[in-house]
């Protein structure tokens, strides 16, 4: 009989911890939707691209004309300052 319970002892070990690894994926952390503090500009769109000052954020900024190329990788705390023809601000957002 024990040498039953010996020969189940690594199934139910191998179970355990894939239902620990299981809870760890299905359990992400805090979603933030404003870590480059995007609404705080928000009252810049609408105005010329002039009136953006970039040295006074802390975090990343990319500004973006019309058709320009960027890259496509999501950087939460990054700022992007969006500009039509005109120079002015159309977007702000984070990325």
Not at 69 to 86: A, G, K, Q, Y
Request: with cysteine.
């Amino acid at each position: 009989m024990l040498h039953r319970k010996l020969k189940l002892l690594p199934i139910v070990a191998v179970l355990a911890l894939a239902g620990c690894v299981e809870q760890q994926l299905a359990t992400p952390g805090p979603i933030k939707i404003d870590d480059c503090g995007a609404a705080g500009y928000g009252g810049l769109v609408g105005t010329p691209l002039s009136r953006f000052n970039p040295a006074q954020v802390k975090s990343p900024v990319r500004v973006l004309a019309p058709g320009s190329v960027m890259t496509m990788d999501f950087r939460s705390e990054r700022l992007n300052i969006e500009h039509n023809e005109r120079g002015t601000i159309t977007r702000i957002y984070c990325g």
